[in-house]
C-alpha cells in the first residue's frame, strides 16, 4: 500500500456540494459525511474526493413481467456502481419493498470501501429491485430476475461488475442471472455473479465464509495481544448462520464460548458450553433455535445480559444498534468483533474508545463473505475449483493481512481500528485513481 | 376456545382500559381459518393444486412452500393483531443474520419462525395476552395440520413503541435500517 500519495495530500480543502445527494437524511448522507471526515483527515484531493462523493454510474431500469394470472407489472429496479478504480464492481441485488436509489448509492459506496480494506481487486456496486418476493411465486421472481439481468447486462460483465446475493435474493437467483447472460452470450459465463450453487461454479466454504472470516479475525487480534485462544471466553450474539459458524470455529481453534443467544434467548455456562452439542440441537429443534437448550451448569439469559455478560470477546452477529448509549459502559469485554453490520451506535463507539476497548469494525471483521466470493470469482475464471481446505486456508491468508494491515494502519494514525479501516480503505481507492491518472 | 385475561396486578394494562377487548375472540376458529387461507395461498404461489402435497412439503421444511405459508400467516395475523388492538400503529415481517448475504444462504438452509415486530402506541400485558393467545392457538393447529403431537413454536412476535423506534433501540432500531429492513405488512 505504498502508492505514490503525493497527488493526495497537501492540497487545500474544499466543501463539496454533489448532485445526487438530495439531503433527506437517507444512509447515503451518512455516507457521504464519513468520507468527508476521512478525506479530511487524509488531505485527500478536492478532485478524487469529489469523484468519490458521486457513483460512477447509476442504471434504473423498469421492468414489465408477465405475472401468473397473466397481467403485466412493471417494477423498478437499479444497478449503481460506484468505483471501478480498483477493479470491476462487487455488490449483491436484493429484492424488497423499500429500495430506492440512495439506500442502493449507499450500499455501493460502502461495498468500495470493504473491498477495499481487505484488499481484494474490486470496485464496489449494489442492486436492487423494488418488489415483494413474498407475494411472488418462484416463476415470477425467475421471470423478474430474468427481465432484470437483461435489463442491467450492458453495465454487467466478469471483468466489469460482478453482482451477488443480498437480502431476499439467493443462490438460485444468481443461478438465473448467470443463465439468462449465458443464454444472452452464447457461452457459459458462471463468472458473471457469485454466490452461486456449487453445481454451477459457486465456490466450497462460501455459507461458512462469513463466521470463519469472523474467528480469524478474532484469533489475529488475540495474537496481536499476545493472549492464548484456551484463555479467551467468548460470547457471541446471534446463532444464524454467521453466528453460529463463528462460535464453531473459535471452539474448534481452542476459545471458551461461554454465552449464545438467538430470537429464543441465550444461554450461558461459565465453564464452556459443548458447542457441538448445542449444534445437535439447533439442529434437532423444528425452527432451528436455541430454545429449550439444557445441559449441566447452563443457565438461561437474556439478550441485554449477553452483551454484558463477563467474557474477553464479544462477537455481535445478529442485529444492528445493539450496542447502544445506554448499555456501550455496562458490555465488560475488551474486545467486540462486529459480525453484523452496524452493531455498535456512533455514541456507543465514542464510550467504548473511551474505555479502550478493541472494536474490529463490520467492514473488516465480516468481511470473509465477500473474500470468498472473490475466490469463487477467481475459481470460475480460472476454470479450476479448489478443495474446500484451500479456500479457507486462502481465506485465512486474506484476513489476516488485512486485519495486520488495518492495525498497522491505526496505530500509526493514532485512530481506532473502525476510523482506520476506512482510511485505509479511502487511501487505497484514491491511490488507485490518482495512479491511473484522469481520462482522457 | 374463548380465553379472558386477567387484569389484577396489571397496573398499565388497568389504566389503559380502552385498548383491546379483554374478551379476547375466539382463537381457534381464526387459527383455522389463518392456516386454511394460508395453505390457498401456497397452493396458487407454488402452483400444486392439492393439499396433502403443500403439507408434505411444509413437514418436509421445504424453504420456499414454508416461506409463502408463513408470508401468509404473518399477513393475516398482523391484520387480526391490528383490527384488535386500537394502539397498534404497524406490523413488520423481518428475517436476520449477521449480513443480507448471509441471510441469502441461510434462507436455503432452514425453515424458520414467523417474526413479527409489532409496533404499538404503549405496550400492554393485554397486548401480550393477544399475541400469546395466537401464538398457542397457532402453534397447536399447525402441529394438528402436520400430523404431530408436538406443539411447534410457530411464531416470534417483538413489541416496540414509540420510544423504541425513535431511539432506535433493540428491534425498533430495525424499522429505519437499511441493512435489514423489515417488509411491513399492516399499518392503521
Known amino acids: ?440 | 376456545m374463548t380465553e379472558v385475561v386477567s387484569l389484577s396486578n396489571n397496573k398499565s394494562a388497568a389504566v389503559h382500559l380502552s385498548v383491546p377487548s379483554l374478551q379476547l375472540p375466539d382463537m381457534t376458529s381464526a387459527a383455522e381459518t389463518m392456516l386454511s387461507k394460508a395453505l390457498d395461498y401456497c397452493a396458487q404461489k407454488v402452483n400444486v393444486g392439492d393439499y396433502e402435497t403443500i403439507v408434505k412439503r411444509l413437514e418436509s421444511g421445504d424453504s420456499l412452500t414454508s416461506g409463502f405459508f408463513q408470508y401468509s400467516l404473518a399477513n393475516q395475523l398482523a391484520e387480526y393483531l391490528g383490527v384488535l388492538d386500537e394502539d397498534i400503529r404497524a406490523v413488520y415481517l423481518y428475517d436476520y443474520d449477521a449480513t443480507p448475504e448471509d441471510m441469502a444462504f441461510a434462507q436455503l438452509r432452514q425453515a424458520s419462525l414467523i417474526r413479527l415486530i409489532v409496533w404499538t402506541r404503549r405496550k400492554t400485558n393485554a397486548l401480550q395476552a393477544l399475541i400469546a393467545a395466537a401464538s398457542r392457538a397457532l402453534s397447536d393447529k399447525y402441529a394438528g395440520l402436520v400430523g404431530t403431537d408436538e406443539r411447534k413454536h410457530v411464531l416470534d412476535v417483538q413489541v416496540i413503541d414509540d420510544s423504541d423506534v425513535n431511539q432506535r433501540i433493540g428491534y425498533g432500531g430495525l424499522l429505519s435500517s437499511v441493512q435489514y429492513q423489515p417488509i411491513r405488512l399492516w399499518q392503521r
Not at chain 1, 90 to 109: C, Q, S, T
Not at chain 1, 137 to 146: A, K, N, Y
Not at chain 1, 206 to 219: F, S, V
Not at chain 1, 399 to 405: A, D, I, Q
Open chain 1, 1 to 440: 500500500m505504498q502508492q505514490p500519495m503525493i497527488d493526495l495530500i497537501a492540497k487545500p480543502q474544499a466543501r463539496l456540494t454533489v448532485a445526487g445527494s438530495d439531503g433527506r437524511g437517507s444512509l447515503w448522507d451518512t455516507v457521504l459525511e464519513q468520507l468527508d471526515e476521512v478525506a479530511e483527515r487524509l488531505r485527500l484531493d478536492p478532485g478524487i474526493h469529489a469523484m468519490l462523493r458521486q457513483p460512477e454510474r447509476e442504471l434504473s431500469v423498469a421492468v414489465p413481467v408477465m405475472m401468473d394470472d397473466g397481467e403485466i407489472r412493471v417494477f423498478t429496479g437499479y444497478r449503481v456502481q460506484h468505483s471501478s478504480a480498483r477493479g470491476p464492481c462487487k455488490g449483491g441485488i436484493r429484492y424488497h419493498p423499500d429500495v430506492d436509489l440512495n439506500e442502493v448509492r449507499a450500499l455501493a459506496a460502502l461495498m468500495t470501501w470493504k473491498c477495499a480494506v481487505v484488499g481484494l481487486p474490486y470496485g464496489g456496486a449494489k442492486g436492487g429491485v423494488q418488489c415483494d418476493p413474498r407475494q411472488m411465486s418462484e416463476s415470477e421472481i425467475c421471470r423478474l430476475t430474468r427481465r432484470f439481468t437483461a435489463m442491467i447486462m450492458p453495465i454487467l460483465g466478469p471483468k466489469r461488475d460482478i453482482p451477488a446475493p443480498d437480502v431476499n435474493t439467493n443462490p438460485q437467483v444468481m443461478a438465473w442471472m448467470a443463465d439468462t447472460v449465458s443464454m444472452l452470450q452464447g457461452y457459459a459465463v458462471p463468472e458473471i455473479v457469485t454466490g452461486k450453487p456449487v453445481i454451477l461454479g459457486g465456490s466450497l466454504g462460501r455459507r461458512e465464509a462469513t463466521g470463519r472470516g469472523l474467528a480469524i479475525a478474532t484469533a489475529e487480534v488475540l495474537h496481536r495481544l499476545g493472549r492464548a485462544l484456551a484463555d479467551t471466553s467468548v460470547a457471541v450474539q446471534g446463532y444464524g448462520n454467521v453466528g453460529s459458524a463463528a462460535a464453531t470455529i473459535l471452539h474448534e481453534m481452542g476459545c471458551r464460548i461461554v454465552a449464545l443467544s438467538d430470537v429464543s434467548g441465550g444461554i450461558f455456562c461459565q465453564a464452556g458450553l459443548d458447542i457441538p452439542d448445542v449444534n445437535r440441537h439447533v439442529a434437532s429443534h423444528p425452527l432451528h433455535l436455541l430454545e429449550g437448550y439444557q445441559a449441566p451448569g447452563v443457565e438461561a439469559i437474556s439478550n441485554e445480559e449477553l452483551l454484558t455478560s463477563d467474557v474477553d470477546v464479544l462477537i455481535p452477529a445478529a442485529l444492528e444498534h445493539q450496542i447502544r448509549a445506554d448499555n456501550a459502559a455496562a458490555v465488560r469485554a475488551r474486545i467486540i468483533v462486529e459480525g453484523a453490520n452496524g452493531p455498535t451506535t456512533r455514541e456507543a463507539d465514542a464510550i467504548l474508545n473511551d474505555r479502550n476497548v478493541i472494536v474490529v469494525p463490520d467492514i473488516l471483521a465480516n468481511a470473509g463473505g465477500v473474500v470468498v466470493s472473490y475466490l469463487e470469482w477467481v475459481q470460475d475464471l480460472q476454470n479450476y475449483f479448489w478443495g474446500e481446505t484451500e479456500v479457507n486456508s486462502r481465506l485465512q491468508d486474506i484476513m489476516v493481512r488485512s486485519l495486520n494491515e488495518v492495525w498497522d494502519y491505526s496505530q500509526a494514525h493514532q485512530v481506532p481500528l473502525r476510523l482506520g479501516a476506512t482510511m485505509l480503505a479511502v487511501e487505497r481507492v484514491a491511490t488507485a485513481i490518482s495512479t491511473r491518472g484522469l481520462f482522457p
